[in-house]
């Protein structure tokens, strides 16, 4: 849907040369749709629609983490959320951090990416996989909660162990954001025989992406655990993205 009166040939080609550019890096055909300018619209909104095919025996789903799980993290939080912080609030988090790690956290939507297709590819090429789920609104601790949800179990993790990023935890303090409530696509959360953990990790930094075992998968009975310097706590809940605080 595009805007009356703010739309020209060149924002038309602009959309589409974007969209056909991300279907060849990620081998997906573009089959159409529909493009039409709408009244009462300030800016273009793109909507898709994605099917895959996959073997049966190859599916993994959110809710496939068993008893006894390591789980995986990869890349670190929040990628995304601490990109919109760095452009949407550049001129508020200028003088309170550097330039050079706000132009740096602004690049982080394409460095390292919110895409998570080139982790999840290595990781079932690697290793027996038993779930994968990708945090997006409300966190890393919404989406520990929605695959023990989805799975019917408990998790206990480590937060000494979660990669929280440097230009993550610089970009929150001064909103007074909690890091694992803040949108986080662009990290994976998968689980693992523990056995496999390690295989898993080194396949993923031999390609460049950086993962941590962060914690386990426990009984559901055991409840959702967040462990801070030795002390159990409940695994957080946040009711809105912590994003929403500043927007």
Known sequence: MLPEGQTDEALVEGIFAQLA????????????????????????IVCGHLLGEVAKDGLVTTGGAQVGDAIVLTKGVAV???????????EE??????????ARAARFLHDPGISVVR??????????????????????????????????????VKLAAVPILSECQQLCAPFDLNPLGLIASGSLLLTVAPADAEALCLALRREGITAAVIGEVTPSAAGRVLVVEGRERPLPRFDQDELAKVF
């Open 80 to 90: 995304e959320g601490t990109a919109i912080l760095a452009r949407e609030k550049a």
């Open 93 to 102: 988090l200028a003088g309170q951090v550097p330039a050079d790690l706000l």
């Open 21 to 44: 550019a991300a279907c060849r890096e990620l081998g997906i055909v573009l089959v159409g749709g529909h493009t039409e300018i709408t009244y009462d619209l300030s800016r273009p």
């Open 119 to 156: 982790e999840a590819q290595i990781a079932v090429r690697t290793v027996p996989v038993h779930s994968m789920h990708d945090p997006t609104e409300g966190g890393l601790a919404t989406g520990l909660h929605e695959l023990a949800d989805a799975a019917g179990v408990g998790v206990r």
